[in-house]
Each structure stands twice: as structure tokens, then as C-alpha cells.
């Protein structure tokens, strides 16, 4: 009888492993089931209907015009009127468009009264808000409302930790009426979500959601349209799992010398606490991960620059003129050739000083007669931003060049070309520089993961550059993780 009893107990793959075989049917959920059917109701829109580029004007008055490169249609409307009313003199004074992902596109405006006006396009059809700068709030202690009888003064609280990691308040120097050093601009960091603005002699790193100032910068007087933001490759905190960096630059140019004036912001400390985390609602008794009230400044100054211009891989690329006398210690000997002049020999000297500056520019002018290439005038340089090193480079010869003179021609104009290259105009010849591999064009540098592919290749195999860059990498890979599955779906 037990002999022909068959075992009732499962196999050992079944019963340890639990290895059933999947249902051949896959369950949808119910939330599932409603959206393709509303997806299968609700008809296509047609491309006619989809406004696919758009031209958008601000003008100082507050009207914001839509131009629709489609149809041609004109759409306008008034941001200082919706949100200030009819009876004001309120002005625009700079406005940049913001794009972060997952976010729509935003444009953010400032205001004559240093107020801030952000533009959103919801359903088609623009919405403002004035937003609320909040000073003061970062790295401080959110405020509870307790009841009284269970409420706990901040000075008995054993884990009020305030006093030790409050930011010291830096000293702002008191404003003059009507003296207005550097203009007024916006310049965005789109990545981050947040903007810089430049306030007279004082900027400020603003997170856009909600208002909170991050950072105040002391900067000098800049010369318009030189001031520039830049960040290392963002990554994400080891302890909070936020966007964090490891440095933040702000460059410019000085404004009564050709000097390229770089103020960097980074932790000194080498551990793991090496990135600024940028978390905006921060806790001051949070002692894992440190923010912008732990970072230190190093200033970096590049004198007797010709041209240059900041690119997205945090890299400055310029052009400087060959053999050139540095402008202060032409400023020193000027000063002490008018100290050491006595009073009852000034005509004498200012004749023969002016005797011997024609015959210092009749030397120049004689050196400079003949035919000269691009190298012998020009030298390219790249800096480093993170660390302020500075790498020489000879500029690259062009088909033709022998032929041309280049003496008397200098660089007209300079712009960003890409994320890693400028575009140089001598003359009527525009040039291309850039440093590395040839792909230039990158739209989502952060979102890709080839941008230094043929760099990474050359670095195997023994042949990288010789430019400090900081590594790359690919963490933040992940906000494109959906639009990579839609697409293959």
C-alpha cells in the first residue's frame, strides 16, 4: 500500500525556487485599460494644429509677442499689466528663456524694481507669476507650529544645531542713488534649474521653483555682455541622492583692462564631501552632504587677452596677441616717467617723451611692414576653469594662408560655437577652433552618452591631450530613461 502511494510533495524547483511558468495572458491594470481607451477615442492632432517653432519678442514695455514661424500668426499679450496693473513705470531690463527637463519651458524677466517675472506656456496660452526672492532661507531650519505645551526653546533643544552651520551674513556695501556699476543681466543654468542675477556690484544664485537665494557673489565692474556662469559636469550627491557639482565659476571681463577675471567656488576639503550639493530645502543639522555654505573662492586673473569666449565643457578658449607688454606694468612706468619729471623741465620732457614714442612707433610699424602669418600675431590658449591652469596652443595653419597678410587685420568678433568650440573672425575669414574630436554639434551635452566617445577612444589609447578636464561621466544619464523606452515602444 505505501509502495504504490505516489509523493504528494512538489518538485524542489517548484517548492524552493518557486520557478512557475509566467500566465499566459499579461493583467493590465484598470488605470491602464481607461487611458487606451480614451487614447483610442480621442483622434489624432493633426500637424496643421501642433505649433511646432515659435518666434517670441519681449520688449521694455512688458509686451510679450508670439510670432508663429508657421502661419505667420502674432499673438500678444502684457506681463506688467497682468500682474502690476495699468497705472505703473515699471520697465523690463533683461529677460532669458530656461529649459529644464521634465519641466516646461520658461522665460525669466527682471524688473527695473528688482523683482522677478517667470512666463510659462500652459496649454497653449502664457501664464505669469511674480516670483518670491527669499533671503535668508537657505541651510536654515524649517519653522514648526507646535502646540505650547509641547513646544521647546531653540536654546534647550538638544538637536538645534543652528549655531554651527549658519552661514555667515557677508557685508553688501551700501548703494548709492544713481551710480549703477554693471548692468542689469540674467544668465541661466538650465540644468540646474536656476539663475544668476547680476545686481549692480553683488549677484545671486536663485533656485526658480521656489525663490530661495542659494548664494550671494561679490563681483567686480565687468565690461557688458562678458559676464558668464558655468558648472562642472553635474552627478548626484553620494548622501542625498540630489544634482550636485563640484565647482561653480563666474567669469567676466574686466572692465578698464583686457583681463579675464574668474571667481571659482569649490570645497577645499579632498573626501568624500567633495561636491556642493544643490539641494535647496536644506536642513542645517543634515551633516552628511555640505551646500554652497561650505565652499571656499579662488580667484584667477588672465591678463592681455585679445578675444575669448566660455564653452560648455567649463573650458574658457581665447586668443591673445604674441610679445604684448602686460598692460599694468605699462601703467607702472607711466606713473613713475610723470613722477620723476620736475616742475621747471616739463616742456622739455614732454618733447623729448614725445620724440621717443614716435620713434618706438616707427619701430613697430617698420617691424610690422612686412607680410605676416596668423601665428606670428596670434596665440590660442584654453583655461581650465575648475583650476585656473592655462594651456598655450599654436593656431592651426589654413589652406591659403601664405598669401595673406595678416598684420594689419584683427579679430572683429568671437562667438560659441557648439559646446566646445568658438568662431573667430579676422577680417573677412571666419575660423573654427576647438580642441579634442571634431563632433561639435551636441545638443543634450548632459543627456548623452557618446559626447566624449571619440575622446574616451583616443584616451585608451595613449593619445588624449594634454588638458587637465575634469572626467566625465554618465550618471544623470537617467532623465532620458523614459524617452528612450517611448521610443521603443
Not at 480614451?38 to 494644429?49: G, V
Amino acid at each position: 500500500m505505501l509502495s504504490n502511494r505516489t509523493p504528494s510533495r512538489r518538485g524542489s524547483d517548484a517548492s524552493i525556487n518557486g520557478n512557475y511558468p509566467p500566465p499566459p495572458i499579461s493583467m493590465k491594470s484598470f488605470g491602464e485599460r481607461q487611458r487606451e481607451i480614451a487614447r483610442e477615442a480621442t483622434p489624432p492632432i493633426p500637424d496643421s494644429q501642433l505649433i511646432k517653432d515659435e518666434f517670441v519678442i519681449i520688449l521694455e514695455t512688458g509686451e510679450l509677442i508670439v510670432y508663429s514661424c508657421t502661419d505667420g500668426k502674432i499673438k500678444s499679450s502684457n506681463m506688467i499689466t497682468s500682474i502690476y496693473g495699468t497705472e505703473t513705470d515699471l520697465k523690463i531690463l533683461s529677460a532669458k528663456k530656461i529649459r529644464t527637463p521634465r519641466i516646461n519651458d520658461r522665460i525669466v524677466c527682471q524688473m527695473s524694481n528688482s523683482d522677478l517675472i517667470v512666463a510659462t506656456v500652459i496649454n497653449n496660452s502664457w501664464k505669469f507669476r511674480k516670483l518670491a526672492i527669499k533671503q535668508g532661507q537657505y541651510n536654515q531650519e524649517n519653522k514648526f507650529i507646535r502646540p505650547s505645551s509641547t513646544a521647546i526653546a531653540p536654546s534647550t533643544s538638544a538637536n538645534d544645531f543652528t549655531s554651527m552651520y549658519k552661514e555667515k551674513p557677508q557685508a553688501t556695501p551700501p548703494e548709492i542713488k544713481g551710480l549703477k556699476l554693471n548692468v542689469s543681466c540674467i544668465v541661466p543654468l538650465e540644468f540646474l534649474g536656476m539663475i544668476v542675477v547680476v545686481k549692480n556690484l553683488v549677484c545671486e544664485l536663485i533656485d526658480i521653483q521656489t525663490g530661495i537665494v542659494l548664494k550671494q557673489f561679490h563681483i567686480a565692474n565687468f565690461k557688458p555682455n562678458s559676464f558668464r556662469v558655468t558648472h562642472s559636469e553635474p552627478t548626484h550627491c553620494k548622501f542625498c541622492g540630489c544634482a550636485s557639482i563640484q565647482a561653480l565659476s563666474i567669469v567676466y571681463e574686466d572692465y578698464d583692462s583686457s583681463t579675464i577675471i574668474t571667481q571659482t567656488y569649490k570645497i577645499d576639503e579632498q573626501r568624500s564631501k567633495s561636491n556642493i550639493c544643490l539641494r535647496v530645502e536644506r536642513d542645517p543639522r543634515e551633516i552628511r552632504c555640505l551646500g554652497f555654505n561650505a565652499v571656499s573662492e579662488h580667484q584667477y586673473w588672465f591678463r592681455n587677452v585679445v578675444s575669448w569666449e566660455m564653452t560648455d565643457v567649463n573650458m574658457i578658449i581665447g586668443i591673445i596677441k604674441k610679445d604684448k607688454v602686460d598692460n599694468d606694468e605699462e601703467g607702472d612706468e607711466s606713473e613713475k616717467m610723470v613722477a620723476n619729471v620736475k616742475s621747471g623741465d616739463k616742456f622739455d620732457q614732454l618733447v623729448e617723451n614725445r620724440c621717443l614714442t614716435s620713434l618706438r612707433n616707427r619701430r613697430k610699424h617698420g617691424k610690422s611692414s612686412g607680410s605676416k602669418s596668423l601665428n606670428d600675431i596670434y596665440e590660442g590658449f584654453i583655461v581650465t576653469v575648475s583650476d585656473g591652469k592655462r594651456s598655450y596652443y599654436q593656431l592651426p595653419t589654413i589652406e591659403g594662408e601664405k598669401h595673406r597678410d595678416f598684420s594689419h587685420e584683427r579679430i572683429n568678433a568671437i562667438e560659441r560655437y557648439g559646446f566646445k568650440s568658438i568662431i573667430c573672425n579676422f577680417g573677412n575669414l571666419l575660423e573654427i577652433y576647438y580642441l579634442g574630436n571634431d563632433k561639435l554639434i551636441e545638443q543634450d551635452i548632459y543627456y548623452n552618452p557618446d559626447v566624449w566617445s571619440q575622446d574616451n577612444k583616443s584616451t585608451l589609447n595613449g593619445t588624449r591631450d594634454s588638458t587637465n578636464r575634469p572626467p566625465q561621466n554618465s550618471e544623470l544619464l537617467f532623465i532620458n530613461k523614459r524617452r528612450t523606452m517611448g521610443r521603443r515602444k
